[in-house]
């Protein structure tokens, strides 16, 4: 069965600093990965997705993930967090296959400092 | 601009009470989910459905029902059995049946039991 895994519950970083937040997953095959951040009482949005190619993807907003099979991970990175960046974000895995859903993380809640 | 539409944005319900939460979407989009999200446990699948009449339950499907009648609707019943039913709920959409290009996210409804 797929699973996610955020480790961490919440980070706090501070503004103009680097951000990285964790992502394991476990699925037998290749899945399909995705990151999403959600503000405070809306829904989710998505910053980006990997489901083959370049292990390096781009997103919106300055955000990029990395995908290592090896590691089954999926972290998400920006090298310079702005306040507006304060959110949670989730990791999503998904089968990529018909009748299937994608399954999420609990989230990581970013908070960031001035 | 195309999007998905919940509704109401609060929702209070009383001890045995049915209510229905709505879910219209504009995109044209074949697929439809429903989610759960409380704090701390991530979103989690109730009900989705790939095509009009059609739908298959989540991971959490009891005291819950669905419809779709229509391509462009997917409300859910929260029923009197639903014994904890106070969260926040979200609807997407997928463009695809395997959700590869990634889901749109309605701005959800939260429901409270008073």
């Known amino acids: 069965a797929q699973s996610v895994t955020q480790p961490d519950i919440h980070i706090t970083v501070s503004e103009g600093a680097s951000l990285e937040l964790r992502c394991n997953y476990s699925?037998?095959?290749?899945?399909?990965l995705f990151w999403y951040v959600q503000s405070p009482g809306q829904g989710l949005q998505l910053l980006l997705k990997?489901?083959?190619?370049?292990?390096l993807v781009q997103g919106i907003k300055g955000f990029e993930a990395e995908f290592k099979r090896s590691q089954s991970s999926f972290n998400l990175r920006k090298p310079s967090v702005h306040w507006s960046d304060a959110a949670e974000y989730f990791c999503?895995?998904?089968?990529?296959?018909?009748?299937?859903?994608?399954?999420f993380g609990k989230g990581t809640t970013l908070s960031v400092s001035s | 601009d195309g999007g998905i539409t919940q509704s109401p944005k609060y929702l209070f319900r009383k001890e045995g009470q049915n209510v229905t939460l709505s879910c219209e979407q504009n995109?044209?989009?074949?697929?439809m989910y429903w989610y759960r999200q409380d704090p701390g446990q991530g979103l989690r699948l109730i009900y989705y459905?790939?095509?009009?009449?059609?739908?298959q339950k989540g991971d959490i499907a009891e005291g819950y029902s669905v419809s779709r009648e229509k391509k462009e609707s997917f409300p859910l019943t929260v029923t009197s059995a639903q014994k904890n039913p106070t969260a926040f709920y979200l609807c997407?959409?997928?463009?695809?049946?395997?959700?590869?290009?990634?889901?749109?996210f309605g701005s959800g409804t939260r429901l409270t039991v008073v």
């Open positions: 997407a959409s997928s463009n695809t049946p395997d959700g590869m290009g990634g889901y749109t």
């Open positions: 699925y037998g095959a290749t899945p399909y």
């Open positions: 990997y489901f083959s190619g370049d292990t």
């Open positions: 999503a895995v998904g089968a990529g296959q018909a009748g299937t859903a994608l399954i």
């Open positions: 995109l044209n989009h074949d697929a």
């Open positions: 459905s790939q095509i009009v009449n059609d739908f």
